[in-house]
């Protein structure tokens, strides 16, 4: 990995921070032993599962006395009806597949390997019997002939027998459309007493597929559209933000409270008895939905009077976000890798875990049916795989924070910005893999060793609701928010502990205490610039989830099925706040690293000969930009004009 040596180490670290990119060495190469022997750990669970036949029984599937469907079997000790040859019979059928045991989330219904799955609804046993004689697939217990099935109904399945899908489940025949699997989804949902409410819910969000599908995509449209004005006219992107949020809130508050006024003057008689609670439903919905748009829209108003005289700087930052985005146009698409990557190594951790699943050995149950389970000490594999899921997460969020980092840092501490590579996102991947991954490892474990202390208590705190007295209650609680605001804490420092690595060349430790040091010295500067990019940003995503509400609540207030759309509309705005943060969260990355790259430059630099500064003539004008418009602000602008100015006496006398 071109690791450097002991020497050349020692005496890079001397000069690390005056020679940035110019001097690379492998940091953290424990952790990155650690990490590696730990995915070894996880590439054994899922061997052991498909080794012990897991894999194949989860695919094929597998009757009730332990058969896999589709081979020939072989004999299980002690358990009645196994080993037998199912070659030609390669689908699982359920005698009553509405035999659910809630608590497990399990089919307790006996399983049998056959030859089809019935295409139509079978209503009587002699159509059942013919189903056997016409396609030669016996849906009655193997001891039972098919000339029999009338005489031996408790052991043939529960009538109707329902018609199944065309394409089976992994090899299961899987009803079309049955009642009972409503029925399982309903008991899942704690937070609902009555299942009519349940129902109009999944009727208005089936009603309104289509239009849901339709705000989703425009979400994702009007996302690509702001990052196309952050990139190219980010100068009046500020002004525009404000004042459509402020346009959007309130003609969003104004348009909900008019349709509240208007349905609550409606007259009732008019509307038919069955549509009255829906009616009704969506009245509550209106009043809720105004309320919380009324003080949403104040408060809005409050933070932007007060951020009002530092627009100017905002301003400012994003030009100069907006050029490292016109020099590393790729940053834009580094959320779909991240995303891509993330959705492949859960489709394996799903994957593995339904193996263990199925993995073990043959064991009775209390109904004298074949269940897998794992004994002795692998029987806890599951919590390390849990601890994989979150780990691995984790390690590949930071590596795409080290790489927007990387790149960002390329951009900023290359003075000729023509002599950038080729492709700077990929010369840091390059730097990523030779360098930093144990760096990364290691920052990505202590995010997970406070993210699971905290789903633990989260856990604890769900089985015990409503059992624990108020003191348990507010202790718990507390611990959550505690663990969760330090863990946003970490997630900031790792941040910005990866951009000094990627900077100075340092480990973890080094890097995230200068990192410290840095943000302490500049915590004015921090908070009165950088906070004020994050909000504006944070604006841009209220905008898109505004419009796409907006436009979410005239369509399906206003179609032709009378349904409640309480739930597609939480649906279309969520989606939408996803999309939008996707797309803004790299911007704001991107300005956070150069932020840190300003600071150290500005620290470490005076702009004498041999000490010049890195940063270009638009951030220069920036600095001189931000302290004039501090001093503007009266007497307590100018205490932060001060603190904004470069530390060059600082730097003189370092």
């Given at each position: 990995?071109?690791c450097c040596?002991?020497a050349?180490?020692?005496?890079q670290s001397?000069?690390r921070e005056?020679?940035?990119?110019?001097?690379r060495?492998?940091?953290?190469?424990p952790w990155l032993?650690?990490f590696v022997l730990?995915?070894?750990?996880?590439g054994?669970i899922?061997?052991?599962?498909v080794?012990t036949g897991?894999a194949a029984?989860?695919v094929s599937?597998?009757?009730?006395?332990g058969?896999?469907?589709?081979?020939?079997?072989?004999?299980l000790?002690?358990i009645p009806n196994?080993?037998?040859?199912?070659?030609?019979?390669?689908?699982?059928?359920f005698?009553?597949?509405?035999?659910?045991?809630?608590?497990h989330?399990?089919?307790?219904?006996v399983?049998?390997?056959?030859?089809?799955?019935?295409r139509?609804?079978?209503?009587?046993l002699?159509d059942?019997?013919?189903?056997?004689e016409?396609n030669?697939?016996a849906l009655?217990s193997?001891?039972i002939?098919?000339?029999?099935?009338?005489?031996?109904?408790d052991f043939?399945p529960k009538?109707?027998?329902?018609?199944?899908a065309?394409i089976?489940?992994?090899?299961r025949?899987?009803p079309?459309?049955?009642s009972?699997?409503?029925?399982?989804?309903?008991a899942?949902i704690?937070?609902v007493?009555?299942?009519s409410?349940l129902?109009?819910?999944i009727?208005?969000?089936?009603?309104s597929?289509?239009?849901?599908?339709?705000?989703?995509?425009?979400?994702?449209v009007?996302?690509?559209?702001l990052?196309?004005i952050?990139?190219y006219?980010?100068?009046?992107?500020v002004?525009?933000?404000?004042?459509l949020?402020?346009?959007g809130s309130?003609?969003?508050t104004g348009?909900l409270?008019?349709?509240y006024?208007?349905?609550?003057?409606?007259?009732?008689d008019?509307?038919l008895?069955?549509?009255?609670q829906i009616?009704?439903?969506?009245?509550?919905a209106?009043?809720?939905y105004?309320i919380?748009?009324t003080?949403f829209?104040v408060?809005l108003f409050?933070?932007?009077?007060?951020?009002?005289k530092?627009?100017?700087?905002?301003i400012a930052?994003?030009?100069?976000?907006?050029k490292?985005?016109?020099h590393?146009?790729?940053l834009?698409f580094q959320?779909?890798?991240?995303?891509?990557?993330?959705?492949l190594?859960?489709?394996y951790?799903i994957m593995t875990?339904l193996?263990?699943?199925?993995?073990g050995?043959?064991?009775l149950?209390d109904q004298g049916?074949?269940?897998f389970?794992?004994?002795?000490?692998?029987q806890?594999?599951?919590?390390?795989?849990?601890?994989?899921?979150?780990?691995?997460s984790?390690?590949?969020?930071?590596?795409?924070q080290?790489?927007?980092?990387?790149?960002v840092?390329t951009y900023?501490?290359?003075?000729?910005?023509?002599n950038?590579?080729?492709?700077?996102?990929l010369?840091s991947v390059?730097?990523?893999?030779?360098?930093?991954?144990?760096?990364v490892?290691?920052?990505?474990f202590?995010?997970t060793?406070v993210?699971i202390p905290?789903?633990i208590?989260?856990y604890i705190?769900?089985q015990?609701?409503?059992?624990e007295?108020a003191?348990a209650r507010?202790?718990?609680?507390?611990?959550?928010c505690c663990?969760?605001?330090?863990?946003?804490?970490?997630n900031y420092l790792n941040?910005?502990?990866?951009?000094?690595t990627a900077?100075?060349?340092?480990?973890f430790?080094?890097?995230?205490k200068?990192?410290?040091?840095?943000?302490v010295e500049?915590a004015l500067r921090?908070?009165?610039?950088?906070t004020?990019g994050?909000f504006?940003?944070?604006?841009?995503?209220?905008l898109i989830?505004?419009?796409t509400?907006?436009?979410?609540?005239m369509?399906?207030?206003?179609?032709q099925d009378?349904t409640?759309?309480?739930l597609?509309?939480?649906?279309v705005?969520l989606?939408a706040?996803?999309?939008?943060h996707?797309?803004l969260?790299?911007?704001?990355?991107?300005?956070d690293?150069?932020?840190?790259?300003?600071a150290?430059d500005t620290?470490y630099?005076?702009?004498?000969p041999?000490?010049?500064f890195?940063?270009?003539?638009v951030?220069m004008e920036?600095?001189?930009?931000s302290?004039?418009a501090?001093?503007?602000?009266g007497?307590?602008g100018?205490a932060d004009?001060?603190?904004?100015?470069p530390m060059?006496s600082?730097?003189?006398?370092a």
């Amino acid at each position: 990995m071109g690791c450097c040596s002991s020497a050349s180490s020692a005496a890079q670290s001397s000069k690390r921070e005056w020679k940035p990119l110019e001097d690379r060495c492998c940091t953290d190469i424990p952790w990155l032993l650690l990490f590696v022997l730990f995915c070894v750990g996880m590439g054994f669970i899922c061997g052991f599962s498909v080794a012990t036949g897991a894999a194949a029984r989860l695919v094929s599937g597998y009757d009730s006395y332990g058969n896999i469907c589709g081979q020939k079997n072989a004999k299980l000790e002690a358990i009645p009806n196994s080993g037998m040859d199912h070659t030609h019979r390669k689908y699982v059928f359920f005698l009553d597949p509405c035999k659910l045991d809630l608590i497990h989330q399990k089919i307790r219904s006996v399983a049998l390997c056959v030859a089809a799955c019935p295409r139509e609804e079978l209503k009587t046993l002699s159509d059942v019997q013919k189903f056997a004689e016409m396609n030669g697939s016996a849906l009655c217990s193997y001891h039972i002939k098919p000339s029999e099935y009338t005489k031996s109904s408790d052991f043939c399945p529960k009538l109707p027998v329902p018609a199944s899908a065309p394409i089976p489940f992994f090899h299961r025949c899987a009803p079309v459309n049955i009642s009972c699997y409503a029925k399982f989804a309903e008991a899942l949902i704690t937070f609902v007493s009555d299942n009519s409410v349940l129902h109009r819910l999944i009727s208005g969000v089936m009603t309104s597929k289509e239009i849901i599908l339709g705000l989703c995509l425009l979400s994702l449209v009007l996302s690509m559209i702001l990052m196309v004005i952050i990139r190219y006219i980010s100068r009046v992107l500020v002004w525009i933000v404000t004042i459509l949020v402020i346009l959007g809130s309130l003609g969003g508050t104004g348009v909900l409270w008019w349709l509240y006024a208007k349905q609550r003057i409606s007259p009732k008689d008019q509307v038919l008895p069955e549509q009255l609670q829906i009616a009704e439903d969506n009245l509550r919905a209106l009043l809720i939905y105004a309320i919380s748009a009324t003080v949403f829209t104040v408060i809005l108003f409050l933070i932007m009077l007060v951020m009002r005289k530092r627009v100017a700087l905002t301003i400012a930052l994003f030009h100069v976000a907006g050029k490292v985005f016109i020099h590393l146009p790729l940053l834009v698409f580094q959320p779909f890798w991240t995303f891509f990557a993330l959705v492949l190594f859960w489709v394996y951790w799903i994957m593995t875990l339904l193996f263990l699943g199925t993995a073990g050995s043959a064991v009775l149950n209390d109904q004298g049916l074949v269940e897998f389970k794992i004994s002795g000490p692998l029987q806890y594999m599951w919590w390390y795989h849990v601890v994989g899921l979150i780990w691995i997460s984790e390690f590949i969020l930071a590596c795409q924070q080290m790489t927007v980092a990387g790149a960002v840092v390329t951009y900023y501490f290359t003075r000729d910005k023509r002599n950038l590579p080729f492709t700077p996102i990929l010369a840091s991947v390059n730097r990523l893999i030779r360098y930093h991954l144990g760096t990364v490892a290691k920052g990505s474990f202590i995010i997970t060793l406070v993210k699971i202390p905290r789903m633990i208590l989260m856990y604890i705190h769900s089985q015990l609701k409503g059992k624990e007295n108020a003191c348990a209650r507010c202790v718990l609680k507390s611990c959550i928010c505690c663990l969760w605001c330090l863990e946003k804490c970490l997630n900031y420092l790792n941040q910005n502990a990866y951009t000094a690595t990627a900077i100075n060349s340092t480990n973890f430790c080094t890097s995230a205490k200068d990192a410290f040091v840095i943000l302490v010295e500049n915590a004015l500067r921090v908070a009165a610039i950088n906070t004020v990019g994050d909000f504006m940003l944070f604006l841009g995503k209220v905008l898109i989830v505004c419009s796409t509400g907006l436009a979410g609540i005239m369509l399906l207030n206003y179609q032709q099925d009378y349904t409640v759309w309480v739930l597609p509309l939480i649906i279309v705005c969520l989606f939408a706040f996803l999309v939008a943060h996707c797309f803004l969260s790299i911007y704001e990355m991107v300005v956070d690293v150069l932020f840190l790259c300003f600071a150290i430059d500005t620290k470490y630099n005076d702009g004498s000969p041999g000490r010049e500064f890195f940063m270009d003539k638009v951030l220069m004008e920036f600095v001189e930009n931000s302290r004039k418009a501090m001093k503007e602000a009266g007497k307590g602008g100018a205490a932060d004009a001060r603190e904004l100015k470069p530390m060059a006496s600082g730097a003189s006398s370092a």
